[in-house]
Nanobody
Framework: QVQLVESGGGLAQAGGSLTLSCRAS???????MAWFRQTPGSERESVAT????????YSIDSVKGRFTISRDNTKRTVYLQMNNLEPEDTAVYYC????????????WGQGTPVTVSS
């Protein structure tokens, strides 16, 4: 059973920073990893993705220049460094894994809440 466990969420003030971590129960070298977020009444949206080697990453426009996704495959961990937080970043953040060759994110963490106060 593949498990992804997020940590690092919490309360921050606007302009502040948080670092989310996602530790996997398996080796993730063959997985594209991503961070998603969801607010009540909204669909879950992809925030940032990173390829298996960590050499290529993508993030949505609203977080570019503020959020950075990274990974350490030796530690089976993916990170999301969030700087200059905005109240609009308030959401539950989820880590997800997509195995190479599979078109869906089949593995999800339980989510970690982030609340940004103005």
């Amino acid at each position: 059973q593949v498990q992804l466990v997020e940590s690092g969420g919490g309360l921050a003030q606007a302009g502040g920073s948080l670092t989310l971590s996602c530790r996997a129960s398996i080796r993730i070298g063959g997985y594209t990893m991503a961070w998603f977020r969801q607010t009540p009444g909204s669909e879950r949206e992809s925030v940032a993705t990173i390829n298996p080697s960590g050499g290529t990453s993508y993030s949505i426009d609203s977080v570019k220049g503020r959020f950075t996704i990274s990974r350490d495959n030796t530690k089976r961990t993916v990170y999301l460094q969030m700087n200059n937080l905005e109240p609009e970043d308030t959401a539950v953040y989820y880590c997800a894994g997509q195995r190479l060759g599979v078109g869906l994110y089949g593995y999800w963490g339980q989510g970690t809440p982030v609340t940004v106060s103005s």
